[in-house]
């Protein structure tokens, strides 16, 4: 099975998330997303980040309808920070069965040459990169074999958007799956 790796602190997931990762199972070669939620990312400050337990759980409250799409804390065991580089080498030797390919947005293919040993991935590993506002996906020609730019949806919803919003009483129940909204709501997180 081709999986693709879709790694983020989800804090919060958001629709923008799910059409995505929907857009990539219907449109592409790709059989499942796993959105792996991540305990730290090395490039991101550590400042409003909820525990990674609570992030993954509402990870999974938003994708349980979606069989093709599939929360998991995979990262949570490994050595951290997180590198990719470091969990697509774990995830292949733990699922020797799948092929697994990467997924990322223009903003992070633009700073790919800055990942820890971004040339490994993209020798053992395929990448898909999804359009945002304000990038545009430039793959050389000697990559084009390798990387892949997707034309899915541009849905610019931000979690950072989404917390804030949410801080300042702001109704945000049609940016969050129904799930997620309503475990945010009785947690009262982000408030």
């Known amino acids: ?28 070669d790709i059989d499942e997303v796993w959105f792996l939620v991540t305990p730290q990312n090395p490039l991101k400050e550590d400042a409003i980040l909820l525990d990674e ?3 993954f759980e509402m990870t999974k409250l938003a994708l349980a309808d979606y069989p093709k799409l599939k929360a998991s804390d995979f990262e ?19 699922y ?15 700073a790919f040459d800055r990942w820890r040993d971004f040339e490994e991935i993209l020798e053992q590993y395929r990448i898909y990169v999804y359009p945002r506002f304000g ?24 979690s950072t958007f989404i917390r804030e919003a949410l ?5 945000m129940h049609a940016f969050l799956p129904e799930s997620v909204h309503k475990y945010i ?5 982000y408030l």
């Open 135 to 158: 990038y545009r996906i430039s793959i050389s020609k000697k990559l084009k074999d390798r990387v892949e730019a997707l034309s899915s949806p541009v849905i610019e919803i931000s």
């Open 167 to 171: 801080a300042k009483g702001k109704n």
């Open 185 to 189: 709501i009785e947690k009262g997180l």
């Open 96 to 110: 020797p069965e799948n092929t697994f390919a990467l997924i990322i947005g223009a903003d992070n293919w633009e």
């Open 53 to 55: 337990n609570t992030r």
């Open 1 to 28: 099975m081709k999986i693709g790796i879709f790694s983020g602190s989800f804090n919060p997931i958001h629709i923008g998330h799910m059409v995505l990762a929907n857009f990539i199972t219907e449109f592409t």
């Open 76 to 94: 949570f065991s490994l050595p951290k920070p997180s590198y990719t580089v470091h969990t697509l080498e774990a995830l292949s030797e733990a």
